[in-house]
């Protein structure tokens, strides 16, 4: 079993930075890939970022891309999402997930928050 706790989360003017950390312990072999979502009350919870563990680029979502960074500190079990020039749509709660997929199932579903089964409370992000 694996536990994810996030943090990082908070207030920030539009156009500023957050760096959300999503640290693991328990069975850490037991994942093998990470993403971050966000959600909004009323809205479908959507993929962020999404990084696999063994190598390869990360994937981002449109809406993030070339301003958000996912990395990972694999000392630490620890998974980062830097968060640059921020707008106000990037209000959301934002939660970070983990599950053990094959690479190729990976690139085709790493966005689908069915596939990872292991789940941080979430931390949240407002931007003003």
């Known amino acids: 079993h694996v536990q994810l706790v996030e943090s990082g989360g908070g207030l920030v003017q539009s156009g500023g930075s957050l760096r959300l950390s999503c640290a693991a312990s328990g069975i850490t072999d037991s994942y093998n890939c990470v993403g971050w979502f966000r959600q909004v009350p009323g809205k479908e919870r959507e993929a962020v970022a999404g990084l696999y563990r063994g190598g390869g680029g990360p994937h981002y979502a449109d809406s993030v891309a070339g301003r958000f960074t996912i990395s990972q500190d694999s000392a630490k079990n620890t998974v980062y999402l830097q968060m640059n020039s921020l707008k106000p749509d990037d209000t959301a709660m934002y939660y970070c997930?983990?599950?053990?997929?094959?690479?190729?199932?990976?690139?085709?579903?790493?966005?689908?928050?069915?596939?990872?089964?292991?789940w941080g409370q979430g931390t949240q992000v407002t931007v003003s």
């Open positions: 997930a983990a599950a053990f997929l094959l690479p190729n199932r990976y690139r085709n579903t790493w966005h689908m928050q069915t596939e990872y089964i292991y």
